[in-house]
């Protein structure tokens, strides 16, 4: 676990907060990764894991990790390779394609 960290009730969490370790269900299935920020789907989803408390980084290592630009944009091209769906604005593929994209560089999603 990381050395800044704090356990806070599920009720105490907020969106943006960072896991500071790897979270698991009762099962020992992984739910979430170290370093997940929280958002506010996750956080209403993990009463139905059974889970009550999170280990949250606090102090300078809270702050959610910058979106790197190109890792996303590189990401997104590969997985759009055999469709051209940042060029055709009428196909399905291209709607998905700006969807996936505004929420990988969180941005407000554009119609």
């Known amino acids: ?13 907020r969106p943006g ?5 790897v979270l698991l269900d009762q099962q020992g ?8 920020v929280l958002t506010t789907s996750i956080i209403a989803l993990l009463p139905r894991h059974g889970i009550e408390m ?5 102090g300078a290592d809270a702050a959610a990790p910058a979106v790197d630009l190109s890792a996303v944009q590189a990401r997104l ?9 940042g060029n ?7 709607a998905l394609y700006r969807y996936v994209t505004d929420y990988r560089l969180e941005r407000e999603m554009t119609e």
Do not use: E
């Open 29 to 36: 299935q992984v739910l979430l990764p170290q370093g997940a």
């Open 17 to 21: 907060m960072v896991l500071s370790d």
């Open 77 to 85: 091209a590969h997985l759009f390779r055999h469709h051209d769906a």
């Open 54 to 58: 999170l280990a949250i980084l606090c």
């Open 88 to 94: 055709d604005d009428d196909s399905a593929t291209a």
């Open 1 to 13: 676990m990381s050395s800044a960290y704090q356990h806070l009730a599920l009720a105490d969490v």
